[in-house]
């Protein structure tokens, strides 16, 4: 048995699996959290139906950065170890497309069942204690949070990232106590975020949703209505429901591509965004669909255009593509006053939609913290290769991934692992041969 002791820093979703694994391996363990609520991201997510993994995890639902060392860690803790550890302490789950979400369908759920467990297992919880230094003391760590010195054979940082700084006081802070230690730390940027945009033409403060393939190009040639994509230079493609208001892009899409784009753009590269409206529609089938269209213009040329494009979009969206088109009104414009290149420009733009992208929210709306610690700094069991005993988990690292539930499911793997090996220093239930 363990008489090892454990600090876990941060209680958040990586933090309260990682103080509950190392409990598990009877290790006295302390977990200090920050603010004065525990779990506060966690009970927010999903949109507080706690999303907390996804079916189909793979290496490449995660950053390329963490693809290759993410296969190993998937090996080393399967997704039915993660599942059976919420089952143990009363936590049931469901899957509901390709999401996995608990019975309840409360994200308040999840932190209740962990909170609930590391007190039965003899985690002793601190709030209000802010982290504010980490030393090697010897044959341990020695850290001061919250006024007091604290010493432990092991210590776990798993206090998140720069996301949510209003809702969840995330300030990432430990990136600085991990640099002043010699860690490497990956700039920061955020992820899972919506897109800022050069001001689309639209009259609703709201905008329009609207089902479509967004692809991403960088150092691409400023967007203009008709231009063709430089498929080149293709930096990221997603689909589905994307919203488009007067100043930006989001929906499930847009965030699942914005790690990439933030990357481009911190590089210095212009990016641009050309829409799909139409994207079940081969080329092929979207012709006739154009001639069977302008039949109808030519039975009926008086009748306005933007009622003729009612059974392809919506009046907003419609109203919006008349207006790049350069129709002085928008509508009264009928398809026969249109000039020859207007009429070609038109169908063009269905199939892509040009979008200038001019920057990223901020850590604000972000959902995830992209760099961080790098991964090069630490071992398989997530010990820091340069201070023995310091372990790491969570969004603190260099992993960032899809959204549908791959971060917090990491957040999770990552707490099993590091509370694991900090208690015990042994291999992993379920270690890769």
């Given at each position: ?25 009877h290790a006295r363990v302390t ?125 776990i940082l798993s206090t998140g ?273």
């Amino acid at each position: 048995m363990s008489e090892r002791s454990v600090l876990v820093f941060g209680a958040g979703p990586a933090g309260l699996v990682a103080a509950l694994s190392a409990a598990t391996q009877h290790a006295r363990v302390t977990l200090v959290e920050k603010t004065g609520m525990i779990g506060r991201k966690l009970s927010l997510t999903g949109n507080g139906r706690g999303n907390l993994s996804a079916v189909y995890l793979t290496k490449d639902c995660y950053n390329e950065e963490a693809g290759a060392r993410m296969e190993r860690w998937l090996r080393i803790c399967p997704q039915t170890e993660v599942i059976r550890l919420f089952e143990r302490i009363g936590l049931y789950i469901r899957t509901e497309g390709a999401g996995i979400y608990p019975v309840s369908g409360q994200a308040s759920s999840i932190v209740t069942a962990l909170h609930d467990a590391c007190l039965k297992q003899g985690v002793t919880i601190l709030t209000g204690a802010q982290l504010k230094s980490v030393e090697q003391d010897g044959n341990g760590l020695c850290c001061v949070a919250g006024g007091q010195t604290m010493r432990a054979d092991a210590v776990i940082l798993s206090t998140g990232g720069l996301a949510g700084p209003k809702t969840c006081q995330a300030s990432g802070d430990a990136y600085y106590l991990c640099e002043r230690l010699g860690i490497a730390c990956v700039p920061r940027r955020p992820a899972l975020v919506p897109l800022h945009t050069k001001g689309l033409p639209l009259r609703t403060g709201t905008g329009v949703r609207v089902r479509a393939a967004v692809s991403f190009y960088a150092s691409a040639p400023t967007a203009e209505p008709g231009t063709e994509p430089p498929e080149d230079r293709l930096i990221v493609s997603e689909f589905g429901e994307v919203q488009l208001t007067p100043q930006g892009l989001s929906g499930i899409p847009v965030l699942q591509a914005s790690g990439k784009v933030t990357e481009a753009l911190a590089a210095g590269k212009e990016v641009n965004a050309w829409l799909d409206l139409l994207p079940e529609l081969s080329p092929r089938e979207w012709e006739e669909r154009v001639r069977h269209l302008e039949e109808i213009a030519e039975e009926a040329p008086e009748r306005p255009l933007l009622s003729l494009l009612t059974g392809i979009t919506s009046q907003e969206l419609g109203r919006c593509i008349l207006t790049l088109l350069a129709c002085h009104d928008a509508e009264q414009a009928c398809f026969q006053t249109l000039s020859a290149q207007q009429k070609i420009t038109l169908w063009r733009l269905f199939r892509a939609f040009p979008v200038e992208i001019t920057g990223a929210s901020d850590y604000t709306h972000a959902q995830v913290t992209a760099g961080g610690v790098s991964l090069n700094e630490v071992d398989d069991d997530l010990q820091s290769i340069r201070v023995p005993g310091l372990y790491l988990a969570g969004e603190l690292l260099d992993v960032d991934g899809r959204c549908g539930g791959y971060n917090l499911h990491w957040a999770f793997m990552s707490g099993m692992i590091a509370g694991t090996h900090a208690a015990s220093g042994t291999s992993f239930i379920g270690e890769a041969v």
